[in-house]
């Protein structure tokens, strides 16, 4: 069975730094492009970053750019999001995601088929 | 602000179908695939409607999705009390190099 399992969450003082993680389990992990999306609280889902399955190519939305750090490690089957600079905005539900498709460029673009639970981040002083 | 735009709510009552509408831009919907997704806050979002319109192995057929142009709708047919969550659109900008999500639609079955 299917399994990603995020860790990593926490209570964080403004400026500080945080690396969530995602242990994926039960598909064959580095032939799949992987995502993170976050909701904060009383808000909606927004997609956070992305890393593709071959090139580890790395996407990251504005709100983020320049402060996340998506990486993989495929021998230990774990997707990674270093977060740095966290502000009161960042203060939300992380979850990391497969997509429904694997080894295609963008995969993403065609849907997240397994989610992991979540890991809560919250950032306050 | 989303670049996908959603209403904020839709309600029917048990048995009644109920559309969702998600509007966007050529830069996303207009060149790339929807995928909707049902998420009961607190738990792990799921995939409803890929590639616009195909559902994933158990989703109900109730369930439907379409797009034309800019635009792509869900339609929740037969709607039952376990319908009630948020739902969203999501697809690929090409212009962003990212993947967007709609500001979501809370369904209540009244």
Redesign the interface.
């Known amino acids: 069975e299917v399994h990603l399992v995020e860790s990593g969450g926490g209570l964080v003082q403004p400026g500080g730094s945080l690396t969530l993680s995602c242990a994926a389990s039960g598909f064959t992990f580095h032939e799949y492009a992987m995502t993170w999306v976050r909701q904060a609280p009383g808000k909606g889902l927004e997609w956070v970053s992305g890393i593709d399955d071959n090139d580890g190519r790395t996407y990251y939305a504005d709100s983020v750019k320049g402060r996340f750090t998506i990486s993989r490690d495929n021998s230990k089957n774990t997707l990674y999001l270093v977060i740095n600079s966290l502000r009161a905005e960042d203060t939300a539900i992380y979850y990391c995601a497969k997509p429904r498709l694997r080894l295609v460029p963008a995969a993403i673009a065609y849907g997240m088929d397994v989610w992991g639970q979540g890991t809560t981040v919250t950032v306050s002083s | 602000q989303?670049v996908l735009t959603q209403s904020p709510s839709a309600s029917g009552t048990p048995g009644q179908r109920v559309t969702i509408s998600c509007s966007g831009s050529s830069s996303n919907i207009g060149s790339?695939?929807v995928?909707w997704?049902q998420?009961f806050?607190g738990?792990?979002?799921?995939?409803l409607i890929?590639?616009n319109g195909h559902r994933?192995s158990g989703v109900p057929d109730r369930f439907s999705g379409s797009k034309s142009g800019s635009s792509a709708s869900l339609a929740i047919s037969g709607l039952q009390s376990d319908d009630e969550a948020?739902y969203?659109c999501?697809?690929?900008d090409d212009s962003?190099?990212?993947?967007?999500?709609?500001?979501?639609t809370m369904v209540t079955v009244l």
């Open positions: 989303s790339n695939t995928n997704y998420h806050p738990t792990a979002p799921k995939l890929y590639s994933p948020d969203y999501a697809a690929w962003l190099n990212g993947y967007v999500f709609g500001a979501g």
